[in-house]
């Protein structure tokens, strides 16, 4: 266990439904990461949040939705999402964005759109 | 920008045998590099990173990696191999030089040791 926690590890969703992808961390650390990791291509960061406040949108379509309610949560609000879209969702946190902070990652959620 | 390159989608060694896992980076400024491991159903594991004086980093699990500012590589070595050292390994770049960045990351190489 790396003290990210991510919940679901796996989730098979339609293209017209709605679902939240969860992280929880409890280290303690400022920043937190959504990634997008598909097989044979870099892993794809999403969005960053840096104390609560988004500080980086990375180009990412409108029906993924990232929210922060505290710097310990962080969610992923996912709603009429492609069959492209399928790939394993990763949070990691880290104490800080200064150059020498590594990340944590949790397990991933694997996501299925069909 | 910043960018890292991992040529080989997958290195194969027979346990006990020496590896090499191969990164070369972009930077404008003097770069972070790290090693991430991926095992099987689980997110990135860190193992090393560099960040400034000695070119030789020591990390978790026997693992090392030499850095070559010339050859702006970043190779991750080990000197046996285990079985269970099968899995993807990732490595990463930031920007020292950035008072704001984050880690970008390679496709990642799979590393298979046979027994």
């Known amino acids: 266990e790396t003290g990210v926690t991510q919940t679901p590890r796996h989730l098979v969703m339609g293209m017209t439904n709605k679902k939240s992808l969860k992280c929880e961390q409890h280290l303690g650390h400022n920043a937190m990461y959504w990634y997008k990791q598909s097989a044979k291509k870099p892993l794809e960061l999403m969005f960053v949040?840096?104390?609560?406040?988004?500080?980086e949108n990375n180009s990412v379509p409108s029906r993924f939705s990232p929210e922060c309610p505290n710097s310990s949560h962080l969610f992923l609000h996912l709603h009429t999402l492609q069959p492209e879209d399928s790939a394993l969702y990763l949070c990691?946190?880290?104490?800080?964005?200064?150059?020498?902070?590594?990340?944590?990652f949790g397990s991933g959620t694997r996501l299925t759109v069909v | 920008a910043q960018s890292v390159a991992q040529p080989e989608d997958q290195v194969n060694v027979a346990e006990g045998n020496p590896l090499t896992v191969k990164c070369t980076y972009s930077v404008s400024g003097n770069p972070y590099l790290f090693w991430y491991v991926q095992y099987p159903n689980r997110g990135l594991q860190f193992l090393l990173k560099y960040i400034t004086g000695d070119n030789l980093v020591k990390g978790s699990y026997g693992f090392e990696a030499e850095f070559n500012k010339s050859q702006t590589s970043f190779h991750l070595k080990k000197p046996s191999a285990l079985v269970s050292d099968s899995a993807l390994y990732f490595c990463a770049v930031r920007d020292m030089n950035s008072g704001y960045s984050t880690l970008t990351f390679g496709k990642g190489t799979m590393l298979l040791v046979s027994p």
């Open positions: 949040y840096s104390l609560e406040e988004r500080v």
């Open positions: 990691a946190s880290s104490r800080g964005t200064g150059p020498d902070y590594g990340y944590t």
